[in-house]
C-alpha cells in the first residue's frame, strides 16, 4: 500500500484490491450531485416534466444505466450484481439536485456505483440543455450515506 | 422542440438530434472538475505519483477511455470519432484541479466527451482515496471553452 | 460469397464485407416492432405516460441506445456514425407499433440500426409489463423503408 | 408502483427493483423468434450450413453473446451471473425458427436474457440475408417456458 | 515526447495523440498469431470444421468483433471507423496459425486492430479448446504487414 | 460434446456450457505474456517509467480492465465477479515479461481472465512503443497456473 492508498501496492502499481475474503453482505450506499443553472434552464427541464416531456426520464435512465457500468469505467472497481438503483430529481430554484442510491449483497461496497450514477445523471441533464445555458455546472458531488461492510457505516453531516 | 430543449421533438419525447446537415469541421472542447479533499489525502496522491505511484497515471486513463464511452453513456449524444483527448491533473492545496480535452473533426461538439473525461478522471480519484477520506467532493464540473461549430466560440469567464 | 450471402466468403466463412470502395452518402431506415399484449397491458404503459409515467420514455431511450450498440450486437455490422434516430411508440388496442428510424452519412446502410432500435424497445417494453403480461408476443419486426446507398431505394408495401 | 407496473414507483418514475431480499435460486427460461424469409433464403441459411458455411454459427454466437449484454441493453434489467445459454436454430419451409434458453443461479429471472438472446439471433440472420431478402419478417419473439423464483413457472400453451 | 514515445507527453503522462491534422486515406494491416497445441487438439479444432463444428467460425467471430472493440481496449488507441475485417484460420501440424486483416479510410492505422483480432481469435481457439490441453502457448502475435499513411509501407521479413 | 471440446454439443454448435451445477469456490490463475523488442525500445519503457512516465501504467491498468471484459469478448466465457485482479511488468533484456493474475469466488475458473489481461497488456505496449520499433513480437502467452475448481490444480513446468 503505497501512501494509505489501496489501490496501489507496495511497489506504488495499481491493482484490484483483493476483496475474495470478505463476506458477502447487504450494503447500501447514497450519493448526491447537483446541477447549478439558470432559472429559466431549471423550469425548461421541471416544465418539460411537468408536460410529460422526457426529460428528467432520460437522466434518471442514463444514471440507472451508467451505474451498472462502474466497473467498466472507474479501471480499479469490483464487478458488483447491483440488486436495486433508484435516482431521484428535484428542482430548487436555481439548482437540480440528484440523489442516487444503489444496493447490493456483495463482497465489496457500493458507493461508486452512486457516485456514477449521479455524475451521469447531471451530465445527461447538462447535455439536454447546453444549447440554452452553456454555463451550467456540476457541483456538490459527494457521498451522502452508507451502510454495510466492515468499514462501517458513514452518513455525511451537511 | 419542447421548452427550448432540443433533445426533445415538439411532442416532449425524446430523440437523437439530426446533424446529418451540419459540416465536418475541426471542434475543440476544454472542460474542468476539482475534487476537493484533505490536504493528506491531496498529498498521498500527489505524493505517490512523485513516488513513482500509478495514482495520477490511472486517473488519466480512466478519463480519456471514458471520453470514448461517451455516446454509450449519454442517452442522446452522437457517436464522434475523437482525434485527441488529454486529462491533465494538478494538485492546488486542498484540492485536485483536473482539465480535460478532447478534438474532432465532426458533425457535432465534443463538450460531452471533455466533461465526461474530467467527472470519470474526479471519480476515479476518489475510488482510490476512498478508504482514507470518505467526505471528498467533486466540485466545479463545467465546460471552460469550445471553439468550432456554428453556434460558436465559447470561452467560460472566471 | 457462399449461397448468395454476402457475408460469407467463396469458403463459407463470415467476414465484414469491404466497404471501403463504397460512397460516404446520406442513408436512412426506417423499421417497425409491435408489441401485442392485452388490452390492460397497453393500457398500463400508454396510461402511465399519460400520467407522466416513464414507461414509454424508457422504452424509447432504450431503442435509441441500442441503435448505437448494434455493430456490438450484430456480428458482422460495420460500425456507423449515426447521424440521427428516433423511435415513436403508438398504442393500438390490443398492440404498442413501434416505428424505429435512423440515419447516416456513410458507406453502408442503417437498416440493422432501425431494426435493432425498433427490437430492443419492444424488448424493453415487454420487460416492464412482464410481471402483468407473460403472454406478449412481438412480431412484425420489419423494414418498412430505407433510401440512400447503391442498391437502391426500398418501401415495404403493406 | 404504477398502474401495475413493478419497473416505475408510485410517483410513476423508472428504477431498477429491489431484488437484494429475494433467495438465489436456479432459473431458467426458454424463448422464440422466427424469421419469416422466401424459401431460397432459408436454403441459402441452412443450405450453407450443410456446405460448412459459418451463417447459422455466427447467428447463434450473435444470440449467447447478446444474452450476456441484456442488463446493458435493457435499462432497468439487473446484471445477472448467466450458468448456461443455448441457441438452437431450425428451418421450417419458409422460416427460420429460434429457440434461446438461459439459465442462472440468482436473485431475478433470466426471461430478458432468453428473449434478447432469440431476438439478436433473429437480426443477426436478417443482416446475413438481406442483400439477398428485404422483405424478411422477424415474428413470434416470446417467452415459451420459464422455471424457478417466486412468481412460479410458466409454460406457454402454443 | 517522453523517451520517444509518442503516447506520452513531454511530462511522460499518457494522452491520446492528436490525429486531427492527418489526412483521412486508404489503410490497411495485416497481423498474425499462432497457436501452439498438442496435435490431438489442432485435430479436434479442425476436425469439428470438418464434422460442421462452430469451433473455427466462433473463433473467427470473435477476432472480428475484437477489431471493433479496439479502442475500447487499449487505452490510447483512437476510435476508427473499419470498413473491412477478415480473419483465417490454418491448421498446421501441431500449430493454429490465424492470419487477421483490417481496413478502414481513416485518420490513423489499423495495426492495433489486425493485432487485437488476432490476439482474441487465438484466445477463443485456446478457451474452447482448453479441458483438453491446458499447455497451449500463444506465439508469434506480430505485424505482417501495413498499407497507407504518412508513416509509410511495412513488410515484416519472415 | 463434438471431438472433446466442451464448448461444443453433439451436433457441434457452440453453447455456453452450463456450470449451474458447480460449487463457487475460490478459484485463481496466473498468465503470462513476453513482449520481445529492440533492447532501445525495452529501455524506452522501462526508463520512462524509472521518469514517472505513464508507460507501464497504461499497460497494467489495460490489462486489469480488460479482465474485467472477457466475458463480453470471449464468445463462450461465463461472466465471472472478479475479486482481485493484478498485472505486473518486468523488463528483462530484450522482453518485457507480463505476469497477470486473477482470482473470484464462483462456478467457473479464470484462465481466460488471466490470460486475457496478459495479452491486452503486451497489446498496449505495442501500441505505445510501435512508432519506434514495428517489429515487436508478442509471445509465450500461456497459463502458468491455476487453483481451484473440480478439475484440479495446474502449474506449468517451465
Not at 43 to 54: P, S
Not at 57 to 63: C, D, E, L
Not at 88 to 115: D, R, Y
Request: hydrophobic letters at 45%; glycine letters at 10%; a negative charge.
Amino acid at each position: 500500500m503505497a501512501n494509505g492508498l489501496t489501490h496501489l501496492n507496495e511497489r506504488g502499481e495499481a491493482h484490484m484490491v483483493d476483496v475474495g475474503g470478505k463476506d458477502a453482505t447487504r450494503r447500501r450506499a447514497v450519493a448526491r450531485a447537483v446541477l447549478e443553472a439558470q432559472p429559466e434552464t431549471v423550469e425548461a427541464i421541471i416544465g418539460g416534466a411537468l408536460k410529460k416531456g422526457d426529460a428528467l426520464a432520460v437522466a434518471r435512465i442514463a444514471g440507472i444505466m451508467a451505474a451498472k457500468k462502474t466497473a467498466d469505467l472507474i479501471p480499479l472497481c469490483h464487478p458488483i450484481p447491483l440488486t436495486k438503483v433508484e435516482v431521484e430529481i428535484i428542482g430548487e430554484g436555481v439548482a437540480l439536485v440528484i440523489t442516487a442510491s444503489a444496493e447490493t449483497t456483495g463482497q465489496t461496497g457500493v458507493e461508486m456505483e452512486a457516485l456514477t450514477a449521479a455524475s451521469v445523471t447531471a451530465l445527461t441533464l447538462y447535455d439536454m440543455a447546453k444549447a440554452i445555458d452553456r454555463g451550467m455546472t456540476i457541483t456538490n458531488v459527494q457521498l451522502v450515506e452508507k451502510t454495510g461492510g466492515k468499514s462501517g457505516d458513514y452518513r455525511r453531516e451537511s
